[in-house]
Each structure stands twice: as C-alpha cells, then as structure tokens.
C-alpha cells in the first residue's frame, strides 16, 4: 500500500517487520547522536486539524532523525481557519510535491479522502472515531518489547470505547498478534458495532481485570460526548477509573497503558499512572521509533509494496 489508514492493512508478517525494524530505531534513539541520513531529501507534511502532543511531536522527530525535511500545518496556523475545504487543502499541499503527508483530522475517514486522491503517501495519525494506526502499533511495538509474543496474553481495554480511534485499531492489531482482548465500559461508552468484534465485553472493571497481562486505559473523550449523555463524572472516576483495587486478582506482573493525555484521577488513579507497573512513558518513546519505521517504509517502499 503507499498508504497506512487502518491496522487492516497490514498483516501479521508485516507488523513482525515493522516491529523488528522499530526495535533497531529504538537502539539508534539511544545514541548521544541520533540522527541518520535514511531520508534525506524527502519532505514530509505533518497536518494536524485536532490538537496533539505526542503524535505530531514524535512523528516530526521520527522524520528529523531521519534526516527528512518536516513541514507543519494545524488547524488554527491553517487556511482551513477560513475555511478552506479538506479537498483544497490537499490539493494545495500535493502541488508542492511532498512524499508524504501525516493527517490527524477529526472527520473520520478523512485520511482516506486523501489518500484516493493524493499521490503522495497518506498516514493516518487518528480520524474522527475511526482508527489511530500507528497508535496500535506503538502500543503493539511496548508489549511486544516486553512479552516477546502475544500467545496467551490477555489485554483489557478499559473506558471510553465508544469515541475511541484508539480502541478500534489496539483491538485489530492486538487480536491479529494473537491476543485475548476484553473491552470494559460503561454500557452508554459502547459502541454499537462491539458485538461484532473479537472481544469479550464487561461492565464490571474487577472483573475485567481478573487474570489480565495488561490493562489499557483510555480517555473520558469529554469533547466527543453527546449532548446529555455526558456521564457524571464523579461516579465515573469510582466506578470505571482504574485503581489498585481492580487489579487485585490481575496477573502479577500486569501492565498499565494509556494512551495519553490522560485525565488523572478520572480514567486513571495517579498512583498507577507513575508506578513501576505502568508503560506510559515507554509508549511515547516507542511511539518515536515506530513512526521513524513506518516514515522509512513508506517514504522508501523498503518492504511494504503496493
Ligand atoms: N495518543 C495520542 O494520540 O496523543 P496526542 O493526542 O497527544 O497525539
């Protein structure tokens, strides 16, 4: 493909690469110097319509590591301020003959849009509701660094599945590596498609937690919720926050992740967010280098063809 819109895509052997490869960018992050001539001369456009810390960030260091020339556009520092449509944009940023554009938007299926008329390859770095590819690759890439393999790990995600581009791709990816994925929600933070996934749905957090490796917690998306359908949100943090007492009869070594940003308090107890337990921080590291890898792979068609 010239394009990563959805984890679909790919294909276990696939990942295995992506991940391999991401293992050695890890290592060469870790280096006193830490930039490598892989894409000189190739120009990549980083267009966030939504805010973002760690995506925009780590891919903008991913393509400068590289040795890429990165280009940023947001909504607010955009023409789309006036607006502009998504259509004019992309045909405005295609004409100055990018490699790639890196679009967060929060129309979903807006990388698509792009992708079907752009010639440039499109990654998707999270549309609407819809899918977060290389968020479930760099939570995929931590576990993996951690575990070795998926066989007979079981990982629950925990929280606002309902508004989650997160969930949809972590669910993919995790059960195509071959693990047991739990949703726990709230039944109004459900998605109506979820009888449909591969998954086991809970309501109850202990007992969604019972024997897990992992546990991912996901943010209260307050800006995505319906009008009145907005929970309380201090029975929220009581009920389906993840505390010490929910893991009680979680694997020993269980893992915490969050996405981020996180809501401390609300979806996660501060405490579990900075104990040893938690994988946060080793996300966004990860994050950097599986975005140099996926920036390699699509701007060089090293491995992923058409
Ligand atoms: N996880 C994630 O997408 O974070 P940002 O919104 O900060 O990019």
């Not at 809970?202 to 800006?223: H, P, T």
Request: proline share 4%; aromatic share 6%.
């Amino acid at each position: 493909h010239k394009d990563l819109l959805e984890i679909s895509q790919l294909d276990p052997d696939e990942i295995a690469h992506i991940f391999e490869t991401a293992a050695r960018f890890a290592e060469v992050n870790q280096r006193p110097i830490k930039k490598v001539p892989i894409l000189k001369g190739k120009s990549v456009v980083l267009f966030f319509a939504e805010a973002s810390t760690r995506t925009k960030t780590s891919f903008d260091m991913a393509g400068k590591r590289l040795s890429a020339d990165t280009f940023s556009l947001t909504k607010s520092g955009s023409s789309l301020q006036k607006g502009e449509s998504l259509k004019d944009t992309a045909l405005t940023l295609q004409a100055m003959n990018p490699d790639a554009i890196v679009i967060r938007h929060w129309d979903s299926g807006a990388a698509r849009f792009l992708a079907e008329r752009l010639d440039c390859s499109i990654i998707n770095a999270g549309d609407g509701w819809h899918a977060h590819p290389t968020q479930a690759l760099l939570d995929g890439f931590t576990l993996h660094q951690v575990w070795g393999s998926f066989a007979g790990k079981t990982v629950c995600i925990l929280g606002d599945v309902a508004h989650s581009r997160v969930a949809r791709s972590d669910v993919e990816l995790l059960t195509m590596l071959g693990a047991r994925v739990r949703i726990c929600a709230p039944r109004t933070l459900l998605p109506a498609m979820v009888q449909t996934w591969p998954v086991e749905v809970f309501s109850d957090v202990a007992k969604a937690c019972e024997g897990v490796d992992a546990v991912i917690c996901l943010r209260l998306q307050l800006e995505r919720q319906q009008a009145g359908l907005l929970p309380d949100l201090r029975e929220y943090a009581c009920t389906y926050g993840l505390s010490p007492r929910h893991l009680e009869k979680a694997k020993a070594d269980v893992k915490i992740m969050h996405p981020g940003p996180m809501n401390r308090g609300l979806e996660i107890a501060s405490e579990l967010a900075d104990c040893g337990a938690s994988l946060v921080l080793d996300q966004v590291a990860s994050g950097v280098a599986v975005r140099m890898t996926l920036l390699h792979l699509y701007l060089t068609r090293a491995r992923i063809s058409a």
